[in-house]
């Protein structure tokens, strides 16, 4: 069964804290994502990473950056959260414009 | 650059009635067009892929027809159940390879 794992499901995290947000899918697809998602805001795409160490910013990159060291695993990076970060972060991975997301980490930030 | 707008962000109507969930989107590009669906506490899963101009995916009663001339891809399903209260999102894929999303529209359907 094709899937895109995410871990934690659930994370608290104070202000200022660093929190790594792991995405693992066992597709082989190349190319990967991270959304967060808000109330009235929708998806919006942070990082698109298209293969091993080939990652480009999406529409709201700013407070997180990424790493790809092996196509099976994306990572997104808060280095010092902040509280306007609290959101719901799905990653996915795409082949053939056939996208399958992950179920979701909830991230607060106190 | 490429967009998707979803005017209703809530869409309230009665067990039985029609369904009809705005799309309409922008791109310099042929784009593929999707309809996405998402239950409380889930992740989106797809709904609908588009294909070529006029032709009509369908799944779970709903389809969906991609108008090139208006840029449109709205949903519509003719009897609304219960069980397709959730968030649905409009989206659309260029030729980045990026899947960008509309806002969303809520669906609720009461008894």
């Known amino acids: 069964d094709m899937k895109v794992t995410q871990m934690p499901r659930y994370l608290i995290k104070r202000m200022g804290e660093n929190v790594l947000l792991e995405c693992g899918q066992d597709?082989?697809?190349?190319?990967m994502y991270w959304y967060r998602q808000d109330p009235g805001l929708g998806l919006q795409l942070i990082y698109i990473s298209y293969d091993v160490d080939s990652n480009s910013e999406g529409d709201i990159p700013k407070g997180y950056r990424v790493s790809r060291k092996k196509r099976e695993h994306f990572s997104l990076i808060l280095d010092s959260a902040k509280t306007n970060q609290t959101s719901v972060y799905f990653c996915?991975?795409?082949?053939?414009?056939?996208?399958?997301f992950g179920s979701g980490t909830r991230l607060l930030v106190i | 650059g490429d967009s998707v707008t979803q005017t209703e962000g809530l869409v309230t109507l009665t067990e039985g009635l029609p369904v009809m969930l705005n799309c309409t989107y922008q791109?310099?590009?042929?784009?593929?067009l999707f309809w996405y669906v998402q239950h409380l506490n889930e992740a989106p899963k797809l709904l609908l892929k588009?294909?070529?101009?006029?032709k009509r995916p369908e799944h779970q009663g709903f389809h969906a027809t991609l108008h090139k001339s208006s840029s449109s891809f709205h949903l519509q399903k003719s009897s609304a159940q219960l069980s397709d209260s959730a968030l649905y999102y409009c989206?659309?894929?260029?030729?980045?390879?990026?899947?960008?999303f509309g806002l969303g529209t809520t669906l609720q359907v009461q008894p």
């Open positions: 989206a659309l894929t260029g030729n980045t390879g990026k899947l960008i």
């Open positions: 791109s310099t590009y042929s784009p593929f």
């Open positions: 996915a991975s795409s082949a053939n414009s056939d996208y399958t």
């Open positions: 588009s294909f070529t101009d006029n």
């Open positions: 597709m082989s697809h190349e190319t």
